[in-house]
């Protein structure tokens, strides 16, 4: 039993995660057309808490992409058994799971997670690689990748995330 609380309990690496908690703007930008062209760009809303007594950050995601609602939510934690950072994103633009894992930096200011997910429109299996940056208490942003059959990484979105007071 005793084992089992060390695991079960929240410790370092959950903290790390306190500075995303609270209510924020985010400005999106999405390179739909690929890396060179202009992105899609929108305005949402995220609402970041502490859920299952500090064990998982869950985020709640309200905006807009390509004119349509689009709704999202993820869950960002740290699995002391596996020792990695974990991430889980659902959201409107599907009916499955991204699961992800990774890494923090020694300051726990970046976070880089990696996963992969079937793209429907390409038939094939995308990698997916995501960058959380804390840059400051009133900010944080959070970039995508994406590696497909070629074996390039592609920049595919990023956004800016700015503490509402």
Avoid at 25 to 48: K, L, Q, V, W
Avoid at 87 to 97: A, E
Wanted: glycine content about 10%; some cysteine; aromatic content about 12%.
């Amino acid at each position: 039993m005793a084992a089992w609380a060390q695991f079960a309990s929240p410790g370092e690496h959950h903290q790390h995660l306190e500075p995303l908690i609270g209510t924020w703007n985010a400005a999106c930008r999405f390179y739909m057309e690929g890396p060179d062209m202009p992105p899609t760009e929108s305005i949402a809303t995220a609402t970041n808490t502490w859920v299952l007594g500090g064990r998982f950050v869950q985020q709640q995601f309200h905006g807009s992409l390509l004119d349509e609602p689009f709704e999202g939510l993820g869950f960002w934690g740290y699995d002391n058994v596996a020792k990695k950072h974990i991430g889980l994103w659902m959201d409107t633009m599907m009916t499955g799971v991204l699961s992800s894992g990774g890494s923090c930096d020694a300051g726990g200011r970046v976070f880089t997670l990696s996963g992969s997910f079937f793209d429907p429109a390409t038939n094939t299996t995308v990698k997916d690689r995501s960058v959380l940056t804390i840059k400051d208490h009133n900010t944080f942003t959070y970039e995508m990748f994406h590696t497909t059959a070629g074996n390039r990484e592609e920049k595919v979105g990023e956004i800016t995330y700015t503490r509402i007071k």
